[in-house]
């Protein structure tokens, strides 16, 4: 997976990026993260990446031309999904990470100041995509949110079976965790965990993720595939 990352500020994408897991999966060569300047293309005199609104109003817009040259300089024939962050967006999911992840390169468009030009969105941008509710300063940080949750989903960047058994790969929020020590501040470890029984702690685990889900996410109740046996316990 190859991502590029049109950006006023590569050296948040580069610098973030370069740890842990993702820096692994970029030296085993299982994803590439180029982070292209958008400055380096404008052909204003001065440098300068936006200007004011028309019609009037607060803030800056990001100009079209050199988003547009930055684009068409770097873009190839696996260039399908050209996604721009916005809060205009819709919302990021995990179906979206696995769709997105299945492309062999996506090409990312980072906003700064009230946005940019609506004549880059017609051109070029096949995904507007917003991380949630809120504003961010600037789409740098979403970014880093979908490079990081697609290469997870790329084989061999982390183990299959935690990418299937994690959070939402069900519908349903995960169980808690416990490791070491059993006591921790006067409270231990549940002692069906201890228990050796593996379908008592499988049992206890599905539960813990349905009453998890119901406290936290009511919402995703209904999209998830619950068992007769699950419904007899909340119904309990
Ligand atoms: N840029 C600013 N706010 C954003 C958000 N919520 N999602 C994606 N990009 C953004």
Redesign the pocket.
């Known amino acids: 997976m190859v991502f590029k990352v049109l950006t006023l500020f590569p050296e948040v994408i580069l610098q973030a990026t370069n740890f842990s897991i993702l820096k692994r999966a970029q030296q085993r060569g299982l994803i590439k993260i180029e982070a292209i300047n958008i400055r380096d293309y404008t052909k204003d005199k001065h440098k300068r990446t936006d200007d004011y609104p028309y019609g009037g109003g607060y803030g800056m817009v990001m100009t079209a031309q050199p988003i547009v040259d930055a684009y068409e300089s770097i873009k190839s024939s696996k260039s399908h999904r050209v996604i721009y962050?916005?809060?205009q967006?819709k919302k990021y999911t995990q179906d979206i990470a696995k769709e997105f992840s299945k492309e062999e390169e996506l090409v990312i468009i980072c906003?700064h100041y009230e946005g940019i030009d609506q004549r880059v969105i017609d051109l070029i941008v096949t995904d507007e995509?917003?991380?949630?509710d809120?504003?961010?300063s600037g789409?740098e940080y979403?970014a880093l949110v979908l490079i990081d949750s697609i290469s997870r989903l790329v084989e061999g960047v982390i183990e299959k079976k935690s990418v299937e058994e994690e959070s939402f790969s069900d519908c349903l929020l995960e169980y808690p965790h416990y490791t070491r020590p059993y006591e921790f501040r006067g409270l231990k470890v549940p002692e069906v965990l201890l228990s050796g029984n593996h379908e008592k702690i499988k049992k206890w685990r599905r539960y813990q993720s349905l009453l998890k889900t119901i406290k936290s996410r009511p919402d995703l109740i209904n999209a998830a595939n619950l068992t007769e046996e699950d419904i007899e316990f909340l119904i309990k």
């Not at 995509?129 to 949630?132: K, L, Q, Y």
């Open positions: 962050l916005t809060p967006g906003g995509i917003s991380i949630g809120y504003v961010l789409g979403a």
